[in-house]
């Protein structure tokens, strides 16, 4: 099983935040940085089984909204890899 674990903590802005996302997950280069790119290498490049999220409480409000989307992507990866009948993909939030 891979677990991925990818740290949030402090981050500035959303491009530190993509950019801790494509190391996290060993993304190529090329990772566009953004939610539609994220959720392409999710389906197409990501071998995972499980993700850690932690340090989302020390951002900022202004990532509430990024944050959601996130979440959302991580539960289509996890449906999507359910309905392909692949090792499910899970994730867990630690704050």
């Known amino acids: 099983m891979k677990t991925v674990e990818l740290d949030v903590s402090n981050c500035q802005n959303l491009y530190e935040l ?3 996302i494509r190391k996290a997950f060993d993304f190529p280069e090329w990772y566009g940085k ?3 790119a994220f959720w392409d290498m ?3 490049e990501c071998d995972a089984d499980k ?3 932690k340090g989302e409480h ?3 409000p202004v990532f509430n909204k990024h944050l959601e989307i996130m979440h959302e992507i991580l539960e ?3 449906k999507n890899s359910e309905e392909r009948g692949y090792q499910p ?3 867990e939030i630690i704050d």
């Open 34 to 36: 953004n939610w539609d």
């Open 76 to 78: 289509r990866s996890k």
């Open 18 to 20: 993509h950019e801790r």
């Open 58 to 60: 020390t951002l900022a």
């Open 42 to 44: 999710m389906w197409s």
């Open 89 to 91: 993909f899970t994730y």
């Open 51 to 53: 993700l850690i999220v």
